[in-house]
């Protein structure tokens, strides 16, 4: 079984540096071009199951990808949903350096989830996570490939697990770009996902993304 992970595409809000969470902003320009890109990609991949986060920005995503392919369902999950990010939801840095000092200093020293005011908490995240891939993988055969349009603390939660990192390690070095791809390929038992059983194939693959062109420079 294969599994593609993708971020959703750009929000208004990504561009402008604001913390999302569960907050449900709209994609930006450069979202909806990014949507395309990646439906592009993934036209000439067979997709057995499509899921999504049923907020606008993966969503939005998935319905771009799924209109490649006809007959296929956008199967929505909000256990796919970004985390709960509490009082934090739409700051940027600015205003938490300003309104949480202190534990924007203690995030800047180690981060966790932990740290957030009326946040969901790192054991909680993880455990709604790999509960529903959990379900997800299962609905699916060794031999079919799924898809799933999701969030960026989704995927690198899915990815501390499968190397073994504890919930509340935020100390991640994989970087996931908006539509960025990642691809397992393994067992339907999310139990075995930190064992060699399971193959990480791809981490933020974005070759799909068209370079946009730069402002000429002098000197």
Not at 45 to 74: F, K, N, P, Y
Not at 118 to 142: H, L, Q, T
Request: with cysteine; hydrophobic share 40%.
């Amino acid at each position: 079984m294969r599994v593609i992970v993708i971020r959703h595409a750009q929000t208004v809000w990504n561009a402008a540096g604001r913390a999302q969470g569960q907050a449900d902003p709209e994609l930006s320009e450069t979202g909806w071009r990014q949507c395309a890109e990646v439906a592009r990609r993934l036209a000439p991949v067979t997709i057995d199951s499509l899921w999504s986060s049923d907020l606008r920005r993966a969503r939005d995503t998935a319905m771009a990808v799924a209109e490649q392919h006809q007959g296929l369902e956008v199967r929505l999950d909000p256990d796919l949903r970004e985390i709960n990010l509490g009082e934090w939801e739409g700051a940027d840095r600015k205003t938490l350096q300003r309104d949480w000092p202190d534990l924007y200093a203690a995030w800047q020293r180690r981060p966790s989830w932990d740290l957030v005011p009326a946040g969901e908490g790192s054991e909680d995240f993880k455990a709604r996570v790999m509960r529903c891939f959990g379900r997800i993988v299962a609905a699916a055969s060794n031999d079919q490939n799924v898809a799933v349009v999701t969030h960026i603390g989704v995927i690198r939660t899915v990815l501390a697990t499968v190397v073994g990192a504890d919930a509340g390690d935020l100390r991640w070095p994989w970087a996931i770009d908006n539509t960025g791809l990642t691809t397992l390929q393994g067992p339907p038992d999310v139990e075995v996902w930190n064992t060699p059983a399971l193959e990480v194939l791809a981490v933020n693959d974005t070759v799909h993304l068209v370079p946009r062109p730069q402002p000429a420079t002098r000197g």
